[in-house]
């Protein structure tokens, strides 16, 4: 642009560097505004040309070209470090290059490094189930979904989640007691639970001792299973995922005697199971009340699943059409619930 300028402005500047009047005819006939080329005038003033001054501080370490291999590497190694890609680079362009410059150009690609998202392993075969599954429920209105009794068991433990968790702290506070998760040997101990739910709120919730086989799994459906599904009526749907002692020959016989409706369920599916939210819930409130010992968590457990209430079971099932939209239009593959 200022080679062009230049190269063109035929009238003497001002001594004030301003343009002439013929160059403001120019400025009208090519639909360039004057306070444009006054800029232009005064660099030329001062310099004795138009031409941009070369630039002070250090020149960028890596050119365009650098820049798209830099990208192309990240975006086709989702998982590959900065140390990792700084490496590549001074392998190939022999030019070393520090991590924190890879780190600062891929932030202005828009690329930020993040911690994974935790899900499930999905083959193909569990894509096209979860796209059938959709497939087959999206024409389903929300009558049948408050019509299904949702079901599964989980983990609780004595000291929190097992999740990843932050702390606000300043430098030098690492060691604060306020600042660092404790731990116990052996973890501490946990409590195993089944639990269910339907649209009209919580069911029943079984603590499960040791390890749960077929067996008392069959026992838990006839203590607990079955007062919450006759609750919802004649049209009431069971869902439970496929768990091996979900599908026992024992477990498929006892649903059969029972003339219980079971829906069928995609494996690696916990994103459609709005339980799975609802224990969410359940154990942030349960960590909240501190307890000490097992006996308290199972009494705490208990008192905050009745206190659950039913507008958030219902909330829950609700989603459930956005769930399965999801699952479409993701083709099968992992949703964000």
Same mark, same amino acid.
């Given at each position: 642009m200022s080679k062009l300028l230049a190269t063109k402005m035929s009238t003497p500047l001002s001594d004030n560097g301003q343009m002439g009047p013929k160059v403001s005819i120019f400025c009208v006939a090519t639909i360039i505004f004057q306070h444009c080329l006054n800029p232009l005038g005064q660099r030329f003033n001062r310099t004795g040309s138009t031409q941009n001054r070369p630039r002070c501080g250090r020149p960028r370490k890596l050119c365009a070209c650098a820049k798209r291999h830099i990208q192309r590497m990240a975006l086709g190694n989702r998982r590959m470090s900065a140390a990792s890609i700084a490496a590549e680079v001074e392998g190939v362009g022999g030019q070393p290059v520090s991590a924190q410059t890879i780190r600062r150009t891929l932030h202005q690609i828009g690329l930020q490094g993040?911690?994974?998202?935790? %899900?499930?392993?999905? +083959? @193909?075969m569990h894509k096209k189930a979860r796209k059938r599954f959709a497939a087959d429920k999206q024409t389903k209105d929300m009558d049948f979904w408050n019509h299904v009794l949702w079901s599964d068991e989980t983990k609780i433990n004595l000291f929190g989640s097992d999740g990843?968790?932050?702390?606000?702290?300043q430098p030098g506070e690492e060691y604060k007691d306020k600042c660092v998760l404790p731990t116990v040997k052996y973890?501490?101990?946990?409590?195993?639970?089944?639990?269910?739910?339907?649209?009209?709120?919580?069911?029943?919730?079984q603590f499960i001792e040791g390890t749960m086989n077929a067996n008392m799994?069959?026992?838990?459906?006839?203590?607990s299973m079955i007062p919450s599904l006759w609750r919802l009526g004649r049209r009431a749907v069971f869902q439970h995922d496929n768990d091996p %002692?979900?599908?026992? +020959? @024992?477990?498929?016989?006892?649903?059969?005697?029972?003339?219980?409706k079971v829906m069928d369920w995609p494996s690696m599916s916990p994103d459609l199971n709005p339980i799975e939210h609802l224990w969410g819930i359940l154990k942030r409130k349960v960590e909240v009340r501190k307890v000490s010992n097992i006996?308290?968590?199972?009494?705490?457990?208990?008192?905050?699943?009745k206190r659950i209430p039913v507008a958030t079971c219902e909330a829950l099932v609700n989603s459930m059409p956005k769930r399965v939209k999801a699952v479409l239009e993701n083709n099968g593959g992992h949703t964000k619930y």
């Open positions: 993040c911690r994974p998202r935790r %899900k499930p392993l999905l +083959k @193909m990843v968790k932050c702390v606000w702290r973890g501490g101990g946990n409590v195993m639970v089944w639990g269910c739910m339907s649209a009209a709120g919580t069911g029943e919730l799994y069959c026992d838990i459906l006839k203590q %002692k979900h599908t026992s +020959k @024992m477990t498929t016989a006892l649903l059969k005697k029972l003339r219980v006996h308290q968590l199972r009494d705490v457990i208990m008192e905050e699943w």
